[in-house]
């Protein structure tokens, strides 16, 4: 005879954003300037070029890849000629 427990898991916290003070640790990957944290938490920002860095998973994508600058972002966000709202 087998028993079959399963283990008890607890559920895994929500991602958090780095903690602050490791964020003054990181620099923009073009102008070599300490970064900040958006106002939405979600992303860090260079404060020389603009470039916004997305947070995934807690941690700065630190890619000029990933990298936006905001009037792309709202470039990306405003409907196009003909589409409606």
Do not use: W
């Not at 427990?5 to 964020?23: D, F, L, Q």
């Not at 947070?55 to 409907?79: F, K, N, V, W």
């Amino acid at each position: 005879m087998t028993s079959e427990t399963t283990p008890n898991i607890a559920p895994s916290p929500p991602v958090k954003p780095p903690a602050e003070p490791m964020i003054e640790l990181i620099c923009c990957v073009v102008c070599r300037v300490q970064v900040v944290m958006t106002a939405d938490r979600h992303g860090v920002q260079c404060p020389r070029c603009h470039r916004v860095y997305p947070i995934e998973d807690g941690i700065p994508q630190m890619l000029l890849e990933s990298a936006r600058r905001p009037s792309e972002t709202a470039t990306e966000d405003a409907p196009r000629f003909g589409e409606s709202t």
